[in-house]
């Protein structure tokens, strides 16, 4: 009896001891857990604040870089300045001399000539000794000639003026200066023309303008005429008119004198359209359509 109660103690201590082991060992599985669940956060941690620093440093290193690339575009744009200003100061510069020169050299002599010319038409008024029907024709011939010098220099200032002050003032000033005259009245309307088109272009267009209301003062003989400019929708618009005698234009040769053909080749090249309205006796309009990139 006394041996079974010894076993049975036995037993129980030993079962108490497993009992004991297995809770150690579970306990050693927890707190392995959880040290590996520390050292993971840990290790994210450590991670997590490596790529920060390292986003921020990237970071900052960008804003340098954009501060660097916004200072070097600010140096630019002022050599850049300084560049265009040294440009137009002596572009105006080449420009006076240019003039000068053409006033000197070509319309001088033409004018020396001219008043030549006009003393012997005074010596000879009474006298007689010279064809006076051939020294009025010299002399008409030499003021035509002073003319077109006149005006290729006008034209080459007109470039100049496009290019300070643009299109739609260089129309206007033109259209003052013949108006002046008294000979015929040339209004302008705009419309649109807000901003400066491109130097080129405007120059072109100036030009073609300028042919067009040169032909209304040589062959219409017309009281008023209206130069339209407009800007719309990336289409500049330009409409001439006048009240002169109009034509036929099957039956006009536009080669002869008026300079159609090289118009439509400017416009043709500035990829433009370019229609002509004439009635005779009801006057002329030139729809001149052109693009704007």
């Given at each position: ?112 000539t001219l008043k030549l010319h006009f003393e012997n038409l005074k010596f000879n008024r009474e006298k007689k000794k010279i064809n006076q029907e051939e020294l009025f024709n010299k002399t008409e011939e030499l003021i035509d000639e002073a003319y077109l010098k006149v005006r290729s220099i006008a034209h080459a200032k007109n470039a100049g003026v496009i290019a300070n002050q643009g299109l739609l003032v260089a ?123």
């Open positions: 009896m006394k041996l079974n109660i010894k076993q049975k103690k036995e037993k129980e201590n030993l079962q108490l001891k497993q009992d004991n082991l297995e809770f150690e060992a579970k306990n050693k599985q927890k707190l392995n857990l959880l040290i590996a669940a520390i050292l993971t956060i840990i290790a994210g941690s450590t991670i997590y604040l490596l790529s920060y620093k390292n986003s921020q440093r990237k970071r900052k290193l960008a804003e340098q870089q954009k501060e660097l690339e916004k200072q070097k575009n600010i140096t630019f744009l002022k050599e850049q300045e300084i560049t265009n200003i040294n440009a137009m100061v002596n572009g105006q510069e080449k420009e006076r001399k240019q003039i000068a020169e053409d006033l000197h050299d070509n319309l001088g002599s033409v004018l020396a129309v206007q000033m033109m259209a003052e200066k013949i108006s002046s005259a008294d000979k015929i009245n040339i209004d302008v309307l705009d419309f649109g023309l807000d901003k400066r088109l491109e130097n080129s272009l405007e120059i072109s267009v100036f030009r073609i303008v300028q042919e067009l209301t040169t032909n209304i003062i040589k062959h219409s003989e017309a009281n008023n005429a209206t130069i339209n400019i407009s800007l719309f929708d990336k289409n500049l618009n330009i409409i001439i008119e006048d009240d002169g005698i109009g034509f036929d234009i099957d039956k006009v040769n536009l080669n002869n004198g008026m300079g159609i053909n090289s118009i439509k080749t400017r416009i043709k090249h500035l990829k433009g359209d370019f229609k002509i309205d004439s009635t005779i006796g009801k006057g002329s309009s030139i729809i001149l359509d052109i693009p704007i990139n």
